[in-house]
């Protein structure tokens, strides 16, 4: 990135001065000196002097636990009567679970008003009225849907009309919005939001439009909020044909830019310049919310268009199954949820539950091989680019093998993923120890604190757990 200063002899300076201005963060017990640059909200440069090699890489921690046996995994989860139960987690695990939700719920509490202005889900209150969302629904506590209410009227009250998606934009608390209202009786302002969600499609299929198509600030984004309250109002609270007109515009942009660049793959995708590959800002966030409205595309959508993407997107892997972040990038480095093999999982999995085709599978095991070496993560617990969010991989893992081994394809119902997943429960219990920066929001949704919450919640039902604001 920067190559001049990868020259260490340049760096020592740098870091020297850096270390006089208290810039370093880092625990007492980190072994590495770490030095950050920021340049942006999303994208900082790391300069790293690793002195203990043996600790893991740059980016994560060596992973201290004992892989996958079934012995071991007992510790976590309950003996199967067959190997056609689908496993459940060990009462003793899921009480630790809840023991420490309850307390980080508590660590949350004073970061939740901190700064009203961010109302998105991605960074701002948005993102904590998902999480009490998700809480009422899995505790049956109405007291969490009561507080999911306070904070969606907040949020709606400070909309930006600024952006459409349902994780940065206005239309994460749009929908959310029309869902807590619907489910409080509120019937007649769940209508108004729908309504106001679809008065933002005009800018989405309008093909002049700005609009990227990925998935933060983009088409698919807005997508992701029209399937959302489809599945969580009723199931035709948006029709069709707005779904429909959506689709066809994400696809018609990705046929025009592969066109023009005479690309071999049918559709091509650019964000800032840049042709992004990972859930985020890239082709998987893209295929994958796609593949999520399955049921509106047409045969030739998904034969003509989106397999061979996706074929195209297996052959970018890097040896080892990551995902490069971009088209291009020679360096594996990132393995985040935004980049990378956490979130190319998703994508493979439900890939493989579409089409049938082993290559999916075994890209998708691939990628849990990568985040069990690799996701312990030096940035921290978070679910866009943390442990949390890594974690989330196993959950999608877990999920597609017992559904396939459920129509009659595998021997036996999935415990290694959800052992992995535990184990990066029990690394989050750790919350704070073992992070090396704290993130510009630490106590959000996405970056921070909100969002290992989710996943130690979610993980508690393991085949019912999604990844918040991408998976349905
Ligand atoms: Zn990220």
Redesign the pocket.
């Given at each position: 990135m920067f190559p001049a200063l990868q020259n260490l002899r340049l760096l020592f300076p740098l870091l020297r001065y850096l270390d006089k201005t208290k810039t370093v963060s880092g625990g007492l017990s980190n072994p590495n000196k770490f030095y950050r640059i920021k340049l942006n909200n999303?994208r900082n440069i790391f300069c790293c002097i690793a002195r203990n090699r043996k600790m893991g890489d740059e980016r994560s921690y060596h992973n201290p636990y004992d892989d996958y046996d079934p012995e071991r995994a007992l510790e976590f989860v309950n003996p199967q009567e067959s190997p056609h139960d689908i496993p459940k987690l060990k009462t003793g695990f899921k009480e630790k679970l809840i023991a420490a939700v309850d307390n980080l719920l508590g660590k949350l509490e004073p970061g939740i008003t901190a700064d009203g202005r961010d109302v998105s889900i991605y960074t701002g209150t948005t993102g904590f009225a998902l999480l009490f969302f998700m809480l009422s629904k899995k505790r049956q506590d109405s007291s969490f849907l009561d507080r999911a209410a306070r904070l969606i009227d907040g949020s709606l009250a400070k909309l930006r009309n600024r952006d459409v998606t349902f994780i940065i934009g206005d239309a994460g608390p749009l929908a959310l919005g029309a869902v807590i209202h619907h489910l409080r009786g509120n019937h007649s302002m769940s209508s108004q939001l729908v309504e106001r969600l679809k008065a933002l499609s005009s800018e989405v299929v309008d093909l002049n439009s700005d609009l990227p198509d990925e998935a933060l600030y983009g088409r698919v984004g807005y997508l992701y909020a029209l399937l959302y309250l489809n599945q969580n109002l009723a199931p035709n609270t948006i029709e069709d044909s707005l779904i429909r007109q959506v689709i066809a515009a994400v696809l018609a942009s990705g046929k025009a830019l592969a066109k023009s660049e005479r690309r071999k793959v049918p559709l091509m995708y650019v964000w800032h310049g840049s042709y992004y590959l990972g859930a985020?800002h890239g082709i998987v966030g893209i295929l994958y919310t796609l593949l999520l409205a399955k049921d509106h595309l047409t045969d030739s959508e998904l034969t003509e268009y989106i397999r061979p993407t996706l074929d195209f997107l297996l052959s970018t892997s890097y040896p080892g199954g990551n995902l490069p972040s971009s088209m291009g990038s020679g360096r594996d480095r990132l393995v985040?949820?935004?980049?990378g093999a956490p979130g190319a999982v998703h994508l493979y999995c439900l890939a493989y539950e579409v089409f049938g085709d082993q290559r999916y599978l075994d890209a998708a095991k691939k990628c849990g091989d990568v985040v069990w070496q690799r996701g312990l993560l030096r940035k921290g617990y978070g679910i866009?680019?943390g442990v949390a969010g890594n974690a989330y991989t196993f959950l999608a893992l877990h999920q597609t093998l017992n559904r396939s081994q459920a129509k009659g394809l595998g021997e036996a119902k999935d415990v290694l993923n959800l052992y992995r997943a535990c184990r990066f429960a029990e690394w989050c219990t750790t919350f704070n120890q073992h992070q090396e920066r704290t993130p510009d929001r630490p106590y959000s949704l996405f970056e921070g604190l909100a969002g290992t919450i989710y996943f130690m919640n979610d993980l508690q039902d393991p085949m019912e757990a999604r990844f918040p604001a991408f998976a349905l």
């Open positions: 999303h985020a985040h949820w935004c980049h866009c680019h």
